[in-house]
């Protein structure tokens, strides 16, 4: 995967995701800190507050967060999308979400979807772009 020296990761979490997403960035948040985040707009609001990164925040993901974060990915501005996915509840934006990841599949942006894949990529980013990990 090609890598900016600052990563630029996307962070996106379900409603019944964004606690673990919150553990997460606390697991890496050295990383998290030397890279250019963006994430949906509650998902950046929780970083932002319980985490205290600094997190571009875009339109919460029913409104339209997930196509400004795909629309940013199609034009090379993302490096990497953890997108902590709710498979139990269906969401009424899934049209949204699909084209979010087809976004990541068109233009091979990693996406983890789940908890393992998310600590693989990150621990990845940190090795590829010399940043310190957790
Ligand atoms: O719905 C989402 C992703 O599809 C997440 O959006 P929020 O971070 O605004 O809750």
Partial sequence: MSIAKRPRIALIAHDHKKDTMVRLAKEYVELLRQCTLS?????????????????ECMLSGPWGGDLQIGARLAQGEVDAVIFLRDPMTPQPHEPDINALVRACDVHDVPCATNLST?????????????????
């Fill in 118 to 134: 998310a600590r693989l990529v990150l621990a990845q980013m940190a090795r590829v772009a010399d940043l310190d990990a957790a």
């Fill in 39 to 55: 994430a949906t707009g509650t998902t950046g609001g929780r970083l932002v507050d319980e985490v205290g990164l600094d997190v």
